[in-house]
Antibody, heavy 122, light 107 residues
Framework: QVQLQESGPGLVKPSQTLSLTCSVSGDSLSSGDFYWTWIRQFPGKGLEWIAYIYYAGNTYYNPSLKSRATISMDMSKNQFSLTLTSVTAADTAVYFC??????????????WGQGTLVTVSS | SYDLTQPPAVSVSPGQTAKITCSGDKLGDKYVSWYQQRPGQSPMVIMYQDSQRPSGIPERFSGSNSANTATLTISGTQPMDEADYFCQAWDSHTHVVFGGGTTLTVL
């Protein structure tokens, strides 16, 4: 059974960089069958896709975040990560990692991690 | 950008049929997925490729997608179905788009 677990600081100061890691068990990032994804959920419940990465190094970003977000993977640890620079209070959200099928017809997310709340505040 | 619109809230009596809609330009040309999120939990996919149920999802959940609207139908709604529901589609520009979510109340 595939499981994803997010980790990272729960509090980040404005203008600083947010860094999160997703640890994957039960599947290998190098399997080639999936995209590995970051999604966030704002306090008002809205969901926003941030980015995904494929084992070959292909990365895709939400255009609204592309200038601030970087997704990367460490296959030796079976982990992938997100950094988001110059954060503001608007980046306060629960951050989820998730898995998505490789083809455009397999564009659903399953499973999701439990999520980690990140608050941006001084 | 591509937008998906959902009603903020839907109410249904136990045992009745609930319909949650998701609207977008030519949405019928895209595959739609649906997620259920119970309080304090992560979203969980309950429908993919418009009308396909993952293993373990009850048959009372069904989906359709045509023209500009996708619909999630819950037949014989149960109290345990009370949750937030989100639709999601893939767009060639923004890649992933989520609807704003619908809170289903069973009362």
């Amino acid at each position: 059974q595939v499981q994803l677990q997010e980790s990272g600081p729960g509090l980040v100061k404005p203008s600083q960089t947010l860094s999160l890691t997703c640890s994957v068990s039960g599947d290998s990032l190098s399997s080639g069958d999936f995209y590995w994804t970051w999604i966030r959920q704002f306090p008002g419940k809205g969901l926003e896709w941030i980015a995904y990465i494929y084992y070959a190094g292909n990365t895709y970003y939400n255009p609204s975040l592309k200038s601030r977000a970087t997704i990367s993977m460490d296959m030796s640890k079976n982990q992938f990560s997100l950094t988001l620079t110059s954060v503001t209070a608007a980046d306060t959200a629960v951050y989820f990692c998730a898995r998505r099928g490789y083809s455009t017809s397999e564009n659903w997310f399953d499973p999701w991690g439990q999520g980690t709340l990140v608050t941006v505040s001084s | 950008s591509y937008d998906l619109t959902q009603p903020p809230a839907v109410s249904v009596s136990p045992g009745q049929t609930a319909k949650i809609t998701c609207s977008g330009d030519k949405l019928g040309d895209k595959y739609v997925s649906w997620y259920q999120q119970r309080p304090g939990q992560s979203p969980m996919v309950i429908m993919y490729q418009d009308s396909q149920r993952p293993s373990g999802i009850p048959e009372r959940f069904s989906g359709s997608n045509s023209a500009n609207t996708a619909t999630l139908t819950i037949s014989g709604t149960q109290p345990m179905d009370e949750a937030d529901y989100f639709c999601q589609a893939w767009d060639s520009h923004t890649h992933v788009v989520f609807g704003g979510g619908t809170t289903l109340t069973v009362l």
